[in-house]
């Protein structure tokens, strides 16, 4: 399957492990959230730990989406990690 | 209702000053200023706050709150001014003011943007200190703040 390169900006925390912008290799028709997390921490093993610990919340094209939204390559993803208020 | 996200320092006694030259007839001007400390809550100095932010969806999260507090309670106008980025000891990290005929609602209005700001509005907070940092989460009391207005409703919906 043909794949695409994107770009995973990682917020507050998150970033401590590997940065705060990570490549990623997803299909070109896209994939869930959860799959993108899980690529991810493999991709990524330092990151993997805080991803399993930590309640993350997907932030797509500046919205905040739930766990089985798609994820296309071209898209603006992040990734939040329980916010701290102001 | 007026909502910014600041990249830079901002003076609350000029912003005050604007927000109520604007004001028609009402009776009640409330303001809150929350302000960097030098210190963190273990007695370590403080060199800089750092609050950062994804400008989009805080925004927006901001926004969601400041709504919530002009449907909620008889206030005529209000302003939220939130720092985001690095912030020195002493300087504005959040600003409020909120205006209304009457005293009462104008306070509840700002403690209700205060409390909801601390606990839900979209940034992620760390205090640096000499060469390392430290995350800062919302402590048991800021969620016992924030939770007394769910309880209101709550309260409310049983009577």
């Known amino acids: ?86 | 209702m007026q909502v910014e996200l600041a990249q830079s320092p901002f003076d609350p006694t000029l912003r005050l000053a604007a927000f109520s030259a604007a004001l028609e007839d009402e009776g009640a001007v409330v303001s809150f200023t929350g302000r960097a400390r030098g210190r963190g809550a273990d007695g370590a100095a403080v060199s800089s706050l750092v609050l950062e932010c994804y400008r989009g969806v805080t925004l927006q999260s901001m926004k969601a709150i400041a709504a919530d507090a002009q449907s909620r309670f008889a206030i005529t106008a209000s302003i939220v001014i939130h720092r985001a980025g690095p912030i020195a000891p002493g300087e504005a990290i959040v600003f409020v003011a909120t205006a209304a005929r009457h005293r009462r609602a104008a306070f509840e209005a700002a403690d209700y943007l205060m409390d909801r700001l601390k606990t839900e509005a979209v940034f992620w907070k760390r205090e640096e200190h000499d060469g390392t940092s430290t995350w800062i989460e919302p402590t048991a009391r800021d969620r016992e703040d924030a939770q007394r207005w769910r309880d209101k409703v709550n309260d409310n919906a049983g009577n």
């Open chain 1, 1 to 86: 399957m043909k794949q695409a390169q994107l770009d995973i900006e990682l917020c507050g925390r998150l970033a401590d492990a590997c940065g705060p912008v990570l490549g990623l290799a997803v299909p070109e028709n896209g994939l869930p959230v959860t799959a993108m997390l899980d690529d991810l921490a493999s991709a990524y093993p330092a990151l993997g730990e805080a991803l399993r610990r930590i309640r993350i919340r997907a932030c797509i094209n500046e919205t905040i989406v739930a766990n089985d939204a798609m994820v296309r390559p071209g898209d603006r993803v992040a990734l939040f990690p329980p916010v701290s208020g102001g």
